[in-house]
């Protein structure tokens, strides 16, 4: 039977969005937690003969490739996934057996599996459930303020045209232009907007929301 330990970890920041929420929840686990900003300063981890887990992005964990590393990669979603399924999976590569690696895998497919567009202001944005920032005009942060509000997540086009009229600072937008540059605009940010066009009805956010952030203002 192999005997096991509680490793240190090393999580380097990425775009899950959920770097520190994990990392907090490994503290107070009683893990002892490195939060890193580049791969530099897990290679300094390493010269000071450190040998954490590492927690990090597909695209991050390959700087790590030829070190006798246990890493733990967040694996980003297939194109076409279901919503309702977490947005991104964990892989473990280069497992030591001797490592105790359960809690962390719970910790980090929690927050993950939680992981969904989030609306918040000030500044007014969108943030991906990779961690990726839209920065939203005030009608389009109205806009998508409304869609998040709704309960089915759609919002008709004679209620957008209603919330528009009492707005007496500006007139009623073309909610199919609005919507146009709205995704060029995210596209731009590496951000695929999970909104769809319901025929003769209005538009409907495909993806489960995120709760406003504390201090958002829901959109009158």
């Known amino acids: 039977m192999i005997e096991t330990h509680t490793p240190e970890v090393a999580v380097l920041l990425g775009e899950t969005g959920r770097d520190y929420e994990i990392a907090d929840e490994l503290m107070r686990a009683g893990f002892s937690v490195y ?6 300063e897990v290679h300094a981890l390493l010269r000071a003969g450190k040998n954490p887990v590492v927690l990090a992005d597909a695209a991050r964990a390959t700087a790590f490739d030829s ?12 194109p076409g996934q279901a919503a309702d399924k977490p947005h991104v999976e964990v892989q473990v590569l280069g497992a030591d057996p001797s490592m105790e690696l359960r809690p962390i895998l719970r910790a980090m497919r929690r927050h993950l599996a939680l992981a969904r567009p989030r609306l918040s202001e000030p500044p007014r944005r969108l943030t991906s459930p990779e961690g990726r920032s839209l920065p939203l005009t005030l009608t389009e942060w109205q806009f998508v303020s409304h869609l998040f509000s709704e309960r089915s997540r759609t ?4 209620q957008w045209q209603a919330v528009s009229a009492k707005d007496g600072e500006r007139q009623l937008h073309n909610v199919a232009v609005l919507v146009s540059r709205l995704r060029r605009k995210a596209q731009r940010h590496g951000i695929t907007l999970p909104l769809e066009a319901v025929r003769g009805v209005g538009y409907s ?5 995120g709760d406003l952030a504390p201090g958002t ?3 009158r």
């Open 155 to 158: 919002l008709t086009f004679a």
């Open 205 to 209: 956010f495909t993806q489960p929301c």
């Open 67 to 78: 070190y006798p590393l246990t890493r733990l990669v967040y694996v980003p979603p297939e």
């Open 217 to 219: 203002r829901q959109a």
């Open 35 to 40: 939060v890193c900003t580049s791969s530099q």
